[in-house]
């Protein structure tokens, strides 16, 4: 789950497993009879829930990875790209100076 609120929901007889997610909150629903495993849901996700007979187990802890919704895969490229062009001058310096006084020398 990415960013999902249920409301006024029953889940019952139901197994998270193997769940991250960022903002998720449950807000007024009731758990009769669930299982979470390996979830990272903690007591702060549950707004005015009702846990009745549940079970957890292997509950994550900790900073999960979290990207905003405006942040896309064309700015992670086009970073990257950017990184890639600050390196090109050195990298034709250093193959220049290669050519001229020999491998062993740039070496040393």
């Known amino acids: 789950f990415k960013s999902v609120t249920f409301e006024d929901s029953l889940f019952k007889n139901c197994v998270f497993e193997d769940i991250t997610s960022l903002n998720t ?10 299982t979470f495993y390996n979830t990272d849901f903690e ?12 079970t957890f187990f292997h509950i994550r802890t900790g900073c999960q990875i979290s990207f905003d919704d405006d942040y896309s895969a064309y700015w992670i490229y086009f970073v990257n790209f950017l990184g ?5 001058p050195g990298n034709i ?16």
Do not use: H, P, W
Request: charged letters at 15%; aromatic letters at 12%; one cysteine or more.
């Open 25 to 34: 909150y449950f807000r007024n629903c009731t758990f009769v009879n669930t």
């Open 43 to 54: 007591q702060y996700k549950f707004v005015d829930s009702e846990l009745i007979n549940c």
């Open 84 to 88: 890639t062009l600050a390196v090109l």
């Open 93 to 108: 310096v250093s193959a220049l100076l290669m050519d001229r006084i020999g491998r062993l020398t740039m070496l040393g």
